[in-house]
């Protein structure tokens, strides 16, 4: 079950003690934050036990892309660690997001949602091109999404410009995670494909994933509570 909260905080840092200070910080004007490969690779799973007794909702952002077998058992792996959404590459093919969606499943009602990644929200359609994949981006990221949804999984990560999209290509049970998220006063970043969180949520995303405009401000606490207010959420 997601917050009401849609505003995730990346902590993209390798420190345990700054994460933990960012997510004290923010806690109250925010529904949950993400953890990725930065993070993890420095502080492992204790360090993600350490986010998750907080209190607040984990999104584990470590995008598994492997053969099923592998897939699988990462997935079992980190599923008991409290994260309340993890990741894998839709890249990967149906039959590894189907073996992701069943290492889930067997925790039952306490088992993470699985989302896949479609297309990065650093990439534009000539990125894709130059890697040999069809374009547009829109047009990708809906063939991975229907796919994703096909095997079993909860949603997929997709960047602002695909909301409408998906919503009408997968339904408004299946579950949106939306980087590339920048209020108008932020910095856009290394993001192409980017959108303010009140459009984002009024186009149907579920979770708003927000980085920088947060942690890179001078006070962290209220850059929260500014797009709290801008989305119209109390305290």
Not at 20 to 44: H, I, T, Y
Not at 210 to 215: E, K, L, N, Q
Request: proline share 6%; net charge negative.
């Amino acid at each position: 079950m997601l917050p009401e909260n849609p505003v995730f905080v990346a902590l993209d840092t390798p420190e345990l003690e700054q994460a933990v200070a960012w997510a004290d910080a923010v806690r109250p004007r925010v529904g949950g934050v993400k953890l990725g490969l930065e993070f993890f690779n420095s502080n492992g799973p204790d360090g993600v036990r350490r986010i998750v007794d907080l209190g607040l909702p984990v999104f584990l952002d470590l995008k598994f892309h492997d053969i099923p077998n592998t897939v699988a058992g990462a997935v079992n792996a980190v599923a008991g660690l409290g994260a309340a959404i993890v990741n894998v590459h839709a890249g990967g093919g149906s039959a590894m997001l189907s073996a992701a969606a069943t290492a889930a499943a067997e925790y039952g009602a306490n088992r993470p949602l699985v989302v896949a990644v479609t297309v990065l929200t650093s990439l534009d359609d000539d990125d894709l091109a130059s890697v040999g994949q069809a374009g547009p981006a829109v047009s990708q990221v809906e063939r991975l999404a229907r796919l994703s949804q096909s095997c079993g999984l909860d949603g997929v990560v997709c960047s602002p410009a695909e909301i409408a999209v998906l919503r009408t290509a997968c339904g408004d049970r299946f579950r949106l995670v939306v980087p590339g998220i920048r209020p108008a006063w932020a910095n856009a970043g290394d993001q192409k494909r980017i959108m303010t969180p009140r459009e984002a949520r009024d186009l149907g995303a579920d979770v708003l994933v927000i980085g920088r405009p947060i942690t890179g401000s001078d006070d962290p606490a209220a850059a929260a509570a500014r797009i709290a207010d801008e989305l119209d959420i109390s305290s």
